[in-house]
């Protein structure tokens, strides 16, 4: 069984009138590679009309943004001319690469009726390779991402990428990376393979889960040690959600100021010079 390093709670850091938990990067964790950044907004409640999610437009470059929307909509919009909103359970792939703006903010039936709001924002780096491929962006409705049953029904694998006890993911991005979503009654349980060669990300939104032998609570990040490949959780609540990912770390540089997660300086210099020339697109917003 792989052993666990240490949790890291999520440490509060409000954006305007969001409720928000940053789980990554933290005082004491920096990145998990190839996992860079993980905010958590919500739970709350929004009143009637709200000015709704405050994400303006804002660029990118050189890693892709996964957001999952559990209450709540995201009104996407980029530079490269896609537009959707994505209701609860869908999510977000965007692919930003060689550069792009886009905004997330909430659809006005949501600013003119309020209601829950949860979404988790989640940065994965790309290699080296593929920092300047083309930007992409793929929206998904809840139907649309392949759902899996475990332990007579009591867990429930939502396959965002990857492969999940033989149910392709929705998505098959450019690097070997797993995402999913999981749904826990009380006493539910699920056991995964794991080379101990991956890094593994695992984020308890809701409930509270033992986790390789662990207690783990709602807004916990467990960060593990490459000791292992058995991963095995178990429900010690009813209603618990898990953000559960693996992939190979890179083992790149990070560089990462503002927007933009290079692999030098340099690069990072030349991200800004080419957003302020107009390279990431034109904003039509």
Same mark, same amino acid.
């Given at each position: 069984m792989r052993t666990i390093k240490q949790q890291h709670r999520a440490v509060s850091a409000p954006i305007a009138d969001l409720v928000t938990y940053r789980?990554?990067?933290?005082?004491?964790?920096?990145?998990?590679d190839p996992f860079?950044?993980?905010n958590h907004h919500g739970p709350q409640t929004y009143p009637a009309r709200n000015r709704g999610l405050p994400f303006g437009p804002h660029p990118h470059r050189g890693f892709e943004t996964v957001t999952f929307i559990l209450d709540g909509d995201i009104m996407h919009q980029d530079s490269g001319g896609h537009q959707s909103v994505i209701g609860p359970g869908g999510i977000q792939w965007m692919r930003a690469g060689s550069g792009l703006i886009h905004s997330e903010i909430s659809s006005d039936e949501f600013k003119q009726t309020g209601g829950p709001l949860e979404i988790l924002q989640l940065w994965v780096n790309l290699p080296a390779q593929h920092k300047m491929t083309a930007p992409h962006y793929v929206g998904l409705q809840e139907p649309e991402i392949p759902t899996v049953a475990l332990d007579e029904g009591r867990v429930q694998v939502h396959a965002v990428s990857g492969n999940w006890a033989g149910a392709e993911g929705a998505l098959q991005p450019l690097t070997d990376m797993q995402l999913a979503t999981i749904n826990f009654q009380q006493g539910g349980q699920l056991a995964l393979t794991i080379p101990a060669e991956r890094t593994i990300f695992c984020y308890v939104i809701r409930g509270r889960l033992r986790i390789n032998g662990q207690e783990a609570a709602a807004r916990q990040l467990v960060e593990f040690n490459y000791d292992g490949d058995e991963f095995r959780a178990e429900a010690l609540t009813d209603d618990c959600v898990l953000l559960l990912g693996h992939a190979k770390p890179f083992q790149e540089p990070i560089v990462a100021y503002g927007p933009f997660?290079?692999?030098?300086?340099?690069?990072?210099? $030349? *991200?800004?010079?080419?957003? $302020? *020339?107009?390279?990431?697109?034109?904003?039509?917003g």
């Amino acid at each position: 069984m792989r052993t666990i390093k240490q949790q890291h709670r999520a440490v509060s850091a409000p954006i305007a009138d969001l409720v928000t938990y940053r789980a990554l990067p933290t005082e004491a964790v920096e990145h998990l590679d190839p996992f860079l950044f993980l905010n958590h907004h919500g739970p709350q409640t929004y009143p009637a009309r709200n000015r709704g999610l405050p994400f303006g437009p804002h660029p990118h470059r050189g890693f892709e943004t996964v957001t999952f929307i559990l209450d709540g909509d995201i009104m996407h919009q980029d530079s490269g001319g896609h537009q959707s909103v994505i209701g609860p359970g869908g999510i977000q792939w965007m692919r930003a690469g060689s550069g792009l703006i886009h905004s997330e903010i909430s659809s006005d039936e949501f600013k003119q009726t309020g209601g829950p709001l949860e979404i988790l924002q989640l940065w994965v780096n790309l290699p080296a390779q593929h920092k300047m491929t083309a930007p992409h962006y793929v929206g998904l409705q809840e139907p649309e991402i392949p759902t899996v049953a475990l332990d007579e029904g009591r867990v429930q694998v939502h396959a965002v990428s990857g492969n999940w006890a033989g149910a392709e993911g929705a998505l098959q991005p450019l690097t070997d990376m797993q995402l999913a979503t999981i749904n826990f009654q009380q006493g539910g349980q699920l056991a995964l393979t794991i080379p101990a060669e991956r890094t593994i990300f695992c984020y308890v939104i809701r409930g509270r889960l033992r986790i390789n032998g662990q207690e783990a609570a709602a807004r916990q990040l467990v960060e593990f040690n490459y000791d292992g490949d058995e991963f095995r959780a178990e429900a010690l609540t009813d209603d618990c959600v898990l953000l559960l990912g693996h992939a190979k770390p890179f083992q790149e540089p990070i560089v990462a100021y503002g927007p933009f997660v290079m692999n030098s300086e340099v690069e990072i210099r $030349q *991200a800004y010079q080419d957003y $302020q *020339a107009g390279k990431f697109g034109v904003w039509k917003g």
